[in-house]
């Protein structure tokens, strides 16, 4: 009797350690798929967020590297650009990347070329009124243009050297009045300036006289102004963000580069291109013919004040 007592307490013991151990295992196993579940929220939540480009674009109209029916590099103005994400035109040459938060400037060789010249752009236009070319500005109203931007992409020549851009530019602009006293059909005058992107370095280039006695009238004339020898700044910026700063008075132009480097232009070359209005650009004005080359320049921000 005393054996059959103590086994059926033998018998119930075992019967509790293993339903004990059961209610564990569903335990532990409930408790593994709430973690896999807790898991996934939490990579849902650290997924990257939509970035925009801190751009206005409402004083700015953009050259495409694609012609129209006319044979011309199509333009998009405003109000137009501001919807550019939705244009399909655009969408292959200016687009953005929303994952850095920046618009993509994408340029190559094709037959669409501005006039006086044998390259090919993606590039922005500053129009103080939008839609209008012809309110400018000059040295001794003065301006300000800061821009944060990166390589994205570049082929290289057949040398292995990077191919170069420019991607921000002061050029010169004829009045009216000045454009018909020289004889002239437009109102084209020359860059007074323009930065490139150069195998990794920012290289800028800017125009000096001819003959330092011109008259004014003789000012108005391209060929009185010629480039300069140029400047390269130490910092090599390579495919990382940088930041450029244009800042421009009477008889004066200084460029910054990441608030660290500074190039003064101060001069009777400064002082003598005051006769002329200006606007700024910026974007990718890509500088090579060479088959299947091309670049993408990355904007994250763009700002302009007078």
């Given at each position: 009797?005393?054996?059959?007592?103590?086994?059926?307490?033998?018998?119930?013991?075992?019967?509790?350690?293993?339903?004990?151990?059961?209610?564990?295992?569903?335990?532990?196993?409930?408790?593994?798929?709430?973690?896999k579940i807790e898991k996934k929220k939490t990579k849902?939540?650290?997924?990257?967020?939509?970035?925009?480009?801190?751009?206005?674009?409402?004083?700015?109209?953009?050259?495409?590297?694609?012609?129209?029916?006319?044979?011309?590099?199509?333009?998009?103005?405003?109000?137009?650009?501001?919807?550019?994400?939705?244009?399909?035109?655009?969408?292959?040459?200016?687009?953005?990347?929303?994952?850095?938060?920046?618009?993509?400037?994408?340029?190559?060789?094709?037959?669409?070329?501005?006039?006086?010249?044998?390259?090919?752009?993606?590039?922005?236009?500053?129009?103080?009124?939008?839609?209008?070319?012809?309110?400018?500005?000059?040295?001794?109203?003065?301006?300000?243009?800061?821009?944060?931007?990166?390589?994205?992409?570049?082929?290289?020549?057949?040398?292995?050297?990077?191919?170069?851009?420019?991607?921000?530019?002061?050029?010169?602009?004829?009045?009216?009045?000045?454009?018909?006293?020289?004889?002239?059909?437009?109102?084209?005058?020359?860059?007074?300036?323009?930065?490139?992107?150069?195998?990794?370095?920012?290289?800028?280039?800017?125009?000096?006289?001819?003959?330092?006695?011109?008259?004014?009238?003789?000012?108005?004339?391209?060929?009185?102004?010629?480039?300069?020898?140029?400047?390269?700044?130490?910092?090599?910026?390579?495919?990382?963000?940088?930041?450029?700063?244009?800042?421009?008075?009477?008889?004066?132009?200084?460029?910054?580069l990441n608030n660290n480097e500074y190039k003064v232009y101060e001069s009777?070359?400064?002082?003598?291109?005051?006769?002329?209005?200006?606007?700024?650009?910026?974007?990718?004005?890509?500088?090579?013919?060479?088959?299947?080359?091309?670049?993408?320049?990355?904007?994250?921000?763009?700002?302009?004040?007078?």
């Open positions: 009797m005393k054996n059959f007592r103590k086994e059926i307490l033998i018998a119930i013991l075992i019967g509790f350690i293993s339903v004990n151990a059961t209610c564990q295992n569903k335990k532990g196993s409930v408790s593994d798929s709430d973690v849902k939540k650290k997924r990257k967020k939509v970035k925009l480009p801190k751009i206005d674009l409402s004083h700015w109209k953009v050259t495409l590297p694609v012609a129209n029916e006319e044979g011309k590099p199509i333009e998009i103005s405003p109000p137009e650009i501001l919807n550019f994400a939705d244009i399909e035109v655009a969408k292959p040459y200016m687009y953005i990347d929303s994952t850095k938060g920046a618009i993509v400037f994408h340029a190559m060789p094709t037959d669409s070329k501005t006039r006086n010249t044998k390259y090919t752009r993606s590039e922005l236009r500053e129009q103080m009124v939008p839609g209008d070319n012809n309110t400018n500005w000059t040295f001794a109203d003065g301006a300000y243009m800061k821009g944060k931007l990166a390589m994205d992409a570049s082929t290289r020549d057949s040398e292995g050297k990077y191919h170069r851009t420019i991607i921000m530019q002061i050029h010169g602009r004829l009045t009216n009045e000045q454009r018909d006293l020289i004889g002239e059909d437009d109102n084209n005058a020359p860059p007074i300036l323009k930065i490139y992107w150069d195998k990794g370095k920012v290289r800028v280039k800017t125009k000096v006289l001819k003959n330092l006695n011109a008259t004014d009238e003789e000012l108005l004339h391209e060929d009185a102004w010629d480039n300069d020898e140029g400047f390269n700044f130490e910092e090599e910026v390579g495919f990382r963000k940088f930041t450029l700063e244009v800042k421009v008075s009477e008889g004066k132009m200084v460029i910054i009777i070359h400064m002082k003598r291109w005051g006769i002329f209005e200006n606007y700024f650009k910026a974007g990718n004005y890509f500088q090579s013919r060479d088959k299947g080359s091309f670049s993408k320049v990355r904007f994250y921000e763009l700002e302009v004040s007078h």
